[in-house]
């Protein structure tokens, strides 16, 4: 299988440069540097050569990178380069230039629900992401690449959804996943009274506290 290859620009970008190193110093997979037109990281998906052969390419992005025009136009030529399938975000989890890192990481979900559905992946250090993208790499190339067997990522979300730098415990990420549909149903239920006191029947008082004030405070709602 050809080897994965990561984006030279990588170097350039002060928040994704210390990348470069954690890369080429992992023995599996070996790494190679190349220009990249329209992703930071590609991961070919089977041994396969030739124009058929399917390939994982992955953006990498910061809490300072959301909302930008130039993010969107970003995921949007990602997104349409094989239809939405074999891509993906890594979104590292860090306090960002403005605003907090969860609330970012919660407009790049609900920009992502617009019509864009691509996994968005967090990674809470740039010593994380390798391993991360092996992993998920792995996952892709067993489920052969299919969006249907993709996980869905409001899970992976809802510890994040704290106005503070805390991450919700494992434990209240798991009642929210039960009280929870997905981000939308759980937005609604933290913004309108009667979900309200359901989150407040239903969790400990300081974490509903904090998820509610994380979507009528933090998070700016339009």
Same mark, same amino acid.
């Given at each position: 299988?050809?080897?994965?290859?990561?984006?030279?620009?990588?170097?350039?970008?002060?928040?994704?440069?210390?990348?470069?190193?954690?890369?080429?110093?992992?023995?599996?997979?070996?790494?190679?540097?190349?220009?990249?037109?329209?992703?930071?990281?590609?991961?070919?998906?089977?041994?396969?050569?030739?124009?058929?052969?399917?390939?994982?390419?992955?953006?990498?992005?910061?809490?300072?990178?959301?909302?930008?025009?130039?993010?969107?136009?970003?995921?949007?030529?990602?997104?349409?380069?094989?239809?939405?399938?074999?891509?993906?975000?890594?979104?590292?989890?860090?306090?960002?230039?403005?605003?907090?890192? #969860? /609330?970012?990481?919660? *407009? +790049?979900?609900?920009?992502?629900?617009? @019509?864009?559905?691509?996994?968005?992946?967090? =990674?809470?250090?740039?010593?994380?992401?390798?391993?991360?993208?092996?992993?998920?790499?792995?996952?892709?190339?067993?489920?052969?690449?299919?969006?249907?067997?993709?996980?869905?990522?409001?899970?992976?979300?809802?510890?994040?959804?704290?106005?503070?730098?805390?991450?919700? #415990? /494992?434990?209240?990420? *798991? +009642?929210?996943?039960?009280?929870?549909? @997905?981000?939308?149903?759980?937005?609604?239920? =933290?913004?309108?009274?009667?979900?309200?006191?359901?989150?407040?029947?239903?969790?400990?008082?300081?974490?509903?506290?904090?998820?509610?004030?994380?979507?009528?405070?933090?998070?700016?709602?339009?």
């Amino acid at each position: 299988m050809e080897a994965p290859s990561f984006c030279t620009s990588i170097r350039k970008r002060p928040d994704w440069a210390p990348l470069v190193p954690a890369l080429l110093q992992g023995n599996t997979p070996r790494w190679r540097e190349k220009p990249l037109q329209s992703h930071d990281v590609a991961m070919p998906l089977s041994p396969i050569e030739g124009p058929t052969k399917s390939v994982l390419r992955v953006i990498l992005l910061c809490p300072h990178d959301v909302g930008l025009d130039a993010t969107r136009q970003r995921i949007e030529r990602l997104y349409h380069l094989d239809g939405g399938q074999h891509v993906a975000i890594v979104f590292l989890v860090k306090q960002g230039r403005s605003g907090s890192a #969860s /609330g970012a990481l919660m *407009n +790049l979900q609900l920009e992502r629900m617009k @019509g864009l559905e691509m996994p968005i992946i967090p =990674a809470s250090s740039i010593g994380t992401v390798p391993a991360t993208l092996s992993a998920f790499h792995r996952q892709m190339a067993t489920a052969g690449g299919s969006k249907k067997t993709l996980p869905a990522t409001s899970r992976t979300l809802l510890p994040y959804c704290s106005p503070d730098p805390e991450c919700l #415990s /494992g434990h209240t990420v *798991n +009642l929210l996943s039960d009280l929870t549909t @997905g981000m939308k149903d759980f937005s609604e239920k =933290a913004t309108n009274t009667q979900g309200k006191q359901e989150l407040t029947d239903s969790l400990d008082g300081a974490e509903a506290e904090r998820v509610i004030k994380f979507w009528n405070d933090e998070y700016p709602l339009n």
